[in-house]
């Protein structure tokens, strides 16, 4: 089965910093996505990054983008300019490739970030 | 707004009873799913449905159960319900076809069992 470390319960960071979330998984499948949530405190999971196992470059969105290592099964999200809104429970989740299998998530534990003003 | 809908939003009942959580997923998304988040146990899944039909089961008890209605709109049943099942309840939806497995999730039932 497959697991999700996130071995950060807790991160801070300054505003405007840049700051680095680490995650890490294990499976023996060699097509699957990997994807960061963000949950705030209202509790709504919001979907931040996506990455494709199948794809080498890292995935970008605006002020988010990952560190994807296939072989070393790390996947870290790394967040640039760190705004009060990044205030938020981050959760790792990954998802098998398998065709015709379940896209089921299989979350880590959270990383709580603080952002200090 | 994921424009996935959950509801209701709280919900608080005692134990032993039963209960519903409605969930419509994403205009064409076929695929619902749904998670416990609970304190002790973190995120878990618990069952998908792809199309009317189950696909998986993960971590479901066997007094909870689920369907998906031919308009692709989904519930949750819990019954005998105990405190230990008190948490917070998401429903996810997906296009669930291959290449679209992101999942965008409903703002939650929150279930407080007394």
């Known amino acids: 089965a497959q697991t999700v470390t996130q071995s950060q319960p807790e991160m801070s960071v300054q505003e405007a910093e840049t700051v680095t979330l680490s995650c890490t998984y294990d499976?023996?499948?060699?097509?699957?996505?990997l994807f960061w949530y963000k949950q705030p405190p209202s509790r709504q999971m919001i979907l931040v990054i996506r990455q494709e196992a199948y794809k080498q470059q890292n995935a970008t969105e605006n002020r988010f983008s990952v560190n994807f290592q296939k072989a070393a099964k790390s996947f870290s999200l790394k967040i640039s300019d760190s705004q009060l809104g990044d205030a938020a429970m981050y959760f790792c989740a990954y998802s098998s490739g398998l065709q015709g299998g379940s896209e089921k998530l299989v979350f880590g534990k959270g990383t709580k970030l603080t952002v200090n003003p | 707004d994921s424009g996935v809908t959950q509801t209701p939003k709280h919900l608080i009942t005692a134990t032993g009873q039963r209960v519903t959580l409605r969930c419509s997923p994403r205009?064409?998304?076929?695929?619902v799913y749904w998670y416990q988040q609970s304190l002790d146990q973190g995120l878990q899944f618990l069952i998908q449905?792809?199309?009317?039909?189950?696909?998986a089961k993960g971590n479901i008890l066997e007094r909870f159960s689920a369907q998906q209605f031919p308009d692709l709109h989904s519930e949750l049943n819990l019954s005998s319900l105990e405190l230990g099942d008190s948490a917070l309840y998401f429903c996810?939806?997906?296009?669930?076809?291959?290449?679209?497995?992101?999942?965008?999730f409903g703002p939650g039932t929150r279930l407080t069992v007394t």
């Open positions: 449905y792809y199309n009317g039909e189950e696909r």
């Open positions: 205009s064409g998304d076929l695929s």
């Open positions: 996810a939806s997906s296009l669930g076809r291959e290449g679209n497995y992101e999942q965008y």
């Open positions: 499976t023996s499948e060699s097509d699957y996505y």
